[in-house]
């Protein structure tokens, strides 16, 4: 069975009371509290990477609404991809990690320096 390495990291929401060596004893990894982020480390075995993902980061869900969790395969494979995916009560297929698309910038105003090029003849 592949064993995976699970990193999950999680914002603690404030006024939120929470045991450390309880989570630690039900996720089965090492937890590190930077401020108000959680950062869960976890290797274990399941048959894909998103059902150990879902079964680890069940308790952080307690003590926080939003958090992204990134798995990868451990030892010799052949595809080294990770995978990635979060929790977010609003939106619950948005990973938080694809970031934000730019808007369209409008076209220069006329007489613009940078509008100032020759059509091709």
């Known amino acids: 069975m592949p064993r995976y390495e699970i990193r999950a990291n999680a914002d603690v ?6 045991d450390l060596a309880d989570l630690r004893s039900r996720t089965g ?3 590190e509290v930077n401020g108000q982020v959680l950062t869960l ?23 926080s609404r939003c958090g992204v969790w ?16 979060g929790w977010n009560t609003a939106y619950p297929g948005d990973s938080g990690l694809g970031g934000v698309r730019e808007p369209r910038r409008p ?3 006329t ?10 003849r």
């Open 107 to 109: 076209l220069p105003p």
């Open 70 to 85: 990134t798995a990868r395969r451990k030892g010799v494979h052949l595809s080294p991809r990770r995978v990635s995916g």
């Open 29 to 31: 990894g090492e937890i």
């Open 111 to 120: 007489g613009h320096l940078s509008a100032g090029l020759d059509p091709p």
């Open 41 to 63: 480390v976890v290797t274990g075995s399941c048959s894909d990477a998103a059902t150990l993902a879902r079964d680890v980061i069940e308790p952080l869900r307690e003590v």
């Open 13 to 18: 929401d404030s006024g939120v009371p929470f």
